[in-house]
DNA sequence: GCACCAGGTATACTTTAGGATACAGGTATC
DNA sequence: GATACCTGTATCCTAAAGTATACCTGGTGC
């Protein structure tokens, strides 16, 4: 009986970790969220998005946004113009990473906070 | 007036994406949510903690365990029995990691969801 | 023609994260 | 005396993340 719950509680257990993990996987990373609130922000173009982070450099910024755009979180359309321009937007699904961001950018504040005052 | 403005939304700006990367800095990786985690879910002891994520060698706990210590989510302390035993334990501060780890759990678990749906 | 801009890519490098394996040093047990 | 358990550390390695710098292509403006 104990052991029953065990397993079950263990298999929770891993249930959670391994979403934890997914999400570190897609949304980790020194940059990826600071790029999707870049574009959030109003950024569309490339140099407007390096312009706003620049302390990462533009070989960064150019894989960060082919990794958002795989796990479908930005878009990328071209702009048949002359000159053909190329813009970025978050999707609709992308709006989901708020109740993430959101917290991380709290619990930091927080904690530079607790640094500083001990 | 309009640069004024954009000049204090851009300092916001920058201060949101510091928050979120020392977040980064201090959660982020595979395993440190994973490992507070299992503490807080009752395992004390290296061994027992090490048991409940079987895919991180020791050597990985070992580091792990070292720099939640450092940033002051554990404690670590060594019990006078014979043998010896070592306990580590969360912290009260530890707690307030819950505002990031949930949010990341749910995220997760709904992003799968979302593949496994196209 | 020439310089310049946008939106990147190429190349080469360093740093950090994480993994595989072994085993140490003390206690306890057979 | 050999062996095993506990809490790690040591050594070596690979892969991924991140950095620095240069360069490319296809326009535009002068």
Redesign the pocket.
């Known amino acids: 009986m104990k052991d029953k719950r065990n397993i079950k509680e263990n298999e929770r257990f891993r249930v959670k970790i391994r979403a934890i993990q997914d999400t ?2 897609v949304l ?5 969220l600071p790029v999707i609130l870049s574009i959030y922000s109003g950024n569309k ?4 998005i390096a312009a706003s982070i620049p ?12 990794h958002l755009e795989e796990n479908r979180l930005i878009n ?1 359309t071209i702009i048949p113009d ?7 937007t978050i999707t609709p699904y992308c709006l989901s990473t708020q109740s993430v961001a959101e917290p991380m950018e709290k619990w930091g504040k927080n904690h530079i906070k607790m640094l500083k005052s001990q």
């Open positions: 570190m996987f980790g990373g020194k940059w990826r173009r490339f140099n407007d302390e990462m450099t533009n070989r960064v910024l150019s894989k960060e946004l082919k990328r002359y000159p053909v321009r190329i813009e970025y």
